[in-house]
């Protein structure tokens, strides 16, 4: 258990649905992050959140849509998504401001395969 | 494009062995490094992190950070069949807002 809790854990939608990705810290940090990961990439950073201001969109599609209403939770609206779209999604979180370590403390990830 | 490179592997090492693992990074100012364990099907999870040059020790754990090579190691001594895992190593850039990670070196510790 890592504090950070990933909703739901396995996805399987179409490439006209629409689903989201939820994602909730309860660590008390003030930074979260989504990453997505492929077989044999690298995870790929795709936003990121400090105090709930986007701070990095890593070029990510507009199919990907990430939604902050709080510290504590993140949200990651998907739509029209392509197979190739299939991957881990990780959501993480760390501590923003003068006690910023860097650290991230990752979630368990959602499955996701898009048909 | 900043780059966080590693060897794939996998690294097949005998229980009991020191396990040595590599990373180089392309980003001269960087001054945040960690290392991540990942086990199969499992998210990452921190085992290190260093930010200065030198050594950094943590039980059977020693991150090596070495900033003018701009290439940051860890060891695992007494290697354990629990140890098998891919390890990522992830930099914090300059501008401080991402993190960026290598592909990861997959470890396997034989009995």
């Known amino acids: 258990e890592t504090g950070v809790t990933q909703t739901p854990r396995h996805l399987v939608m179409g490439m006209t649905n629409k689903k989201s990705l939820k994602c909730e810290q309860h660590?008390?940090?003030?930074?979260m992050y989504w990453y997505k990961q492929s077989a044999k990439k690298p995870l790929e950073l795709m936003f990121v959140?400090?105090?709930?201001?986007?701070?990095e969109n890593n070029s990510v599609p507009s199919r990907f849509s990430p939604e902050c209403p709080n510290s504590s939770h993140l949200f990651l609206h998907l739509h029209t998504l392509q197979p190739e779209d299939s991957a881990l999604y990780l959501c993480?979180?760390?501590?923003?401001?003068?006690?910023?370590?860097?650290?991230?403390?990752f979630g368990e990830g959602s499955r996701l395969t898009v048909l | 494009q900043k780059e966080v490179e590693q060897n794939s592997g996998p690294l097949s090492v005998p229980e009991g062995a020191i396990a040595s693992l590599n990373c180089t990074y392309s980003?001269?100012?960087?001054?945040?490094f960690f290392w991540y364990r990942q086990y199969s099907g499992k998210s990452p999870e921190l085992i290190m992190s260093?930010?200065?040059?030198g050594d950094k020790e943590d039980g059977r754990f020693t991150a090596q950070l070495n900033k003018a090579s701009q290439y940051v190691s860890l060891l695992i001594r007494d290697s354990q069949p629990s140890d098998s895992a891919t390890y990522l190593c992830?930099?914090?850039?300059?501008?401080?807002?991402?993190?960026?990670f290598g592909s990861g070196t997959r470890l396997s510790i034989r009995p």
């Open positions: 993480a979180s760390s501590q923003a401001g003068t006690a910023d370590t860097g650290e991230l403390f």
């Open positions: 660590l008390g940090h003030n930074a």
């Open positions: 959140y400090n105090f709930k201001e986007q701070t």
């Open positions: 980003d001269r100012v960087s001054q945040s």
């Open positions: 260093i930010y200065s040059n």
């Open positions: 992830a930099v914090r850039d300059s501008s401080a807002s991402k993190i960026i």
